[in-house]
C-alpha cells in the first residue's frame, strides 16, 4: 500500500511506494474505461485501480468504482502493439493527442479527484501517457508563479510565438532540458487547437535535436496555468510534481539499521 506524508521541516511531499519499474502498458491488461478516436485508430484509456491511495476522499462517477481514495491514476495507450512511434508523429498527430490530453483532465474535473495534474510520455518507451491526478494541497501564491516567471526569462529564452514560449528555467529540476508554457495564462483543460499546433511544431523541432531518451511531461499544480516540462531520460510524474517517491518503508529500514546497531543498552 503506498502513503503520501508530508515534511513539516522542509514542507514537502513523500510518496512511500512499492511501485516495481517497467512499462505500465504491458503491466495493467484490465479492459479499457474509455476509447478516444486517434489517426486510423483509439487511445485507450485504463484506470490503474491498485494505485488508488486511501484517505477521505471518494471516487463516484459512471468510469469508477466507489472506493476511499487519496490520488488517481490512468494511461492513455496510443497503441496496443508496443511500439515507439512518438518521432514517427507529425504536428498534426501531436496537436491531437494534446487536445484529446486537454478533453480528458476536463472529464475528469468533474469528479473531483484533485489540482495536482502531471501527464508524462516517455519516448524512448512504449506508446502511453501517464496521467496522475492528486487532492495534496498545493502550492499558492497571490500571483502565478507561471506568468511571473516568463516576465523574468533573460537570456535563458530559446523560443517564442505569439502563443508560447520555451526557457531554460532559472532553477531547473533534475534533468529538466527546458519548459514550454503558453503565453496567456492558461489552464490544460482551456487548450485550444491554435496553440497546442504551436505547441506540437515546437515537440517536433525538439524531437529532432535532443537524445531520444528523454521525457515529455505536461504539469499544472500551484496555478491554473500548465507547463510542458522536458526531461532527459525517464521521468516519473509524481517526481515532476516535486514529491519524492520512496521505495522503501522508513519504519522497516529502522527496524533493520536498529538490528544491525543494538538497541544502545
Known amino acids: 500500500m503506498e502513503e503520501f506524508r508530508w515534511d513539516p521541516v522542509d514542507l514537502g511531499f513523500t510518496l512511500i511506494s512499492d511501485e516495481k519499474s517497467g512499462c505500465k502498458e504491458c503491466t495493467y491488461t484490465q479492459n479499457e474505461i474509455k476509447s478516444m478516436e486517434f489517426k486510423k485508430g483509439y487511445v485507450k484509456i485504463y484506470e490503474l485501480k491498485d494505485r488508488v491511495q486511501p484517505s477521505k476522499y471518494e471516487l463516484d462517477g459512471k468510469f469508477f468504482k466507489r472506493s476511499n481514495a487519496h490520488g488517481y491514476e490512468e494511461i492513455l495507450v496510443e497503441n496496443d502493439k508496443h511500439s ?66 516568463l516576465n523574468y526569462v533573460g537570456n535563458r529564452g530559446v523560443y517564442k510565438t505569439g502563443n508560447i514560449a520555451a526557457y531554460v528555467p532559472f532553477s531547473p529540476k533534475k534533468n529538466e532540458l527546458m519548459r514550454i508554457t503558453t503565453v496567456k495564462h492558461t489552464a490544460i483543460e482551456g487548450l485550444d487547437n491554435v496553440v497546442a499546433f504551436d505547441i506540437a511544431n515546437l515537440i517536433i523541432k525538439i524531437i ?58
Request: hydrophobic share 30%.
Open 84 to 149: 515507439q512511434s512518438f518521432n514517427s508523429y507529425t504536428a498534426d498527430d501531436i496537436e491531437k493527442l494534446l487536445m484529446l490530453i486537454s478533453e480528458r483532465t476536463r472529464e475528469l474535473e468533474k469528479y473531483g479527484l484533485g489540482e495536482n495534474i502531471s501527464i508524462s510520455r516517455y519516448l524512448n518507451g512504449h506508446d502511453y501517457w501517464d496521467l496522475v491526478l492528486l487532492p495534496i494541497p498545493r502550492h499558492r501564491a497571490e500571483k502565478c508563479f507561471v506568468c511571473e516567471g
Open 208 to 265: 529532432k535535436k535532443i537524445p531520444k531518451n528523454a521525457t515529455i511531461n505536461i504539469k499544472q499544480s500551484g496555478t491554473d496555468h500548465f507547463e510542458i516540462n522536458i526531461f532527459a531520460g525517464e521521468t516519473d510524474p509524481i517526481d515532476s510534481l516535486g514529491i519524492t517517491r520512496l521505495n522503501y518503508s522508513p519504519e522497516e529500514t529502522a527496524g533493520k539499521i536498529s538490528e544491525k546497531l543494538g538497541d544502545g543498552k
